[in-house]
């Protein structure tokens, strides 16, 4: 009869404690685990500057919280939805003036929206064939989306002076386009003023976004639809727009996000009170807030404000997502 001594690879192979399965496991998790946990740090950062400021805002606009409060805001008492019953009561002054707010927004956002991508479009396709200097026009094209906020809006205050404003000097001046010079930061045309820096601004934006799609597309499909005698307008319909749509989805939900909610153009540019005709919302709710120091009535026109924009964006990506799957069927 014969003995056989199990060897030491086998004993390790044999024990339950060593095995490959659960001595792979710890690894496997492991090494899912560590994405996570490098995320960890940003995801505390994300809560802490924007998850916990956005629900006290939330639980502010229930309270009636004034000047009186601000010492210690949690000590207000509880006003249930009064504030947004008096924010969206259109009778009433403040909610007159809410609404009035809302539409100039609303128009505001369209036509800046527009004309950025427009404008961003047109430049992407003109420099998209190759020729000495495209590198420096694209340079020169980038540099207003480049500089700070705040130096491009202080540059175009001065050049809206009524007096030695560079527009004015422009327009009057040199061209004769007006009779006298215009005010520009106060009346009906600061909202031709707003409008001009924003669209100054944000272009560059949707220039660089959509030369960066239109990396993606083949140079083969131009040729050949050169080749079957397509002119530029029709390879730029049949080719190059439809190619854009997934660039374009993205683009134009961003430049509505970010212009509809522009706080820093407004303000640097007219200041705490924006005219009439440049009441944007954003403005309106700083001035509902801090100016007269209704942190409440402020706090719900804010929510109201993030339940429209979720409202737009929910149905914005339900009509696009429709439209992919149809082009794609």
């Known amino acids: ?17 060593t095995a490959d399965g659960p001595r792979r ?3 496997r998790i492991r090494r899912i685990g560590l994405p996570y ?16 400021p956005m629900v006290i805002g939330i639980v502010m606009s229930f309270k009636e919280l004034t000047q009186f409060y601000i010492r210690d805001w949690t000590t207000a008492p509880w006003n249930g939805l009064d ?18 707010s809302f539409l100039v927004t609303v128009g505001f956002t369209l036509l800046s929206v527009g004309l950025c991508w427009l404008i961003g ?14 590198g420096l026009l694209r340079a020169l094209f980038l540099v207003p989306y480049a500089l700070p906020v705040y130096t491009a809006v202080i540059t175009w205050v ?9 527009v004015n000097h422009v327009l009057h001046d040199q061209l004769g386009l007006t009779d006298k010079p215009s005010f520009w930061l106060i009346g009906d045309n600061s909202f031709i003023a707003l409008l001009t820096v924003s669209v100054w601004k944000g272009w560059p934006f949707a220039f660089l976004i959509v030369m960066a799609g239109l990396q993606n597309i083949p140079k083969e499909l131009y040729e050949a639809a050169a080749l079957d005698g397509a002119g530029m307008w029709q390879q730029l319909r049949r080719i190059t727009l439809p190619s854009l749509r997934p660039v374009n989805q993205v683009l134009v939900l961003v430049l509505f996000l970010w212009t509809f909610n522009d706080f820093n153009t407004p303000y640097v540019l007219f200041g705490k009170t924006a005219p009439e005709a440049a009441d944007l919302i954003s403005v309106h709710i700083y001035q509902a807030s801090f100016v ?7 706090s719900a ?6 339940l429209f924009l979720l409202l737009v964006t929910g149905v914005y990506l339900v009509l696009t997502s429709r439209g992919r799957r149809t082009a794609d069927v």
């Open 83 to 100: 504030n947004y019953r008096m924010s969206v009561d259109f009778n009433a002054p403040a909610g007159e003036a809410l609404l009035h």
């Open 301 to 306: 026109m804010s929510v109201l404000l993030l």
């Open 37 to 52: 946990l490098l995320l960890l740090p940003a995801l505390l950062l994300e809560l802490l500057v924007h998850l916990v």
């Open 25 to 27: 496991r710890p690894g």
């Open 292 to 298: 007269t120091w209704n942190f409440g009535t402020g």
């Open 121 to 134: 479009t047109a430049a992407a396709v003109c420099l998209q064939d190759t020729f000495r200097g495209r």
């Open 158 to 166: 001065f050049m809206f002076q009524h007096d030695n404003g560079l």
């Open 1 to 17: 009869m014969t003995t056989t001594v199990p060897t030491d690879a086998a004993v390790r192979h044999s024990s339950p404690g």
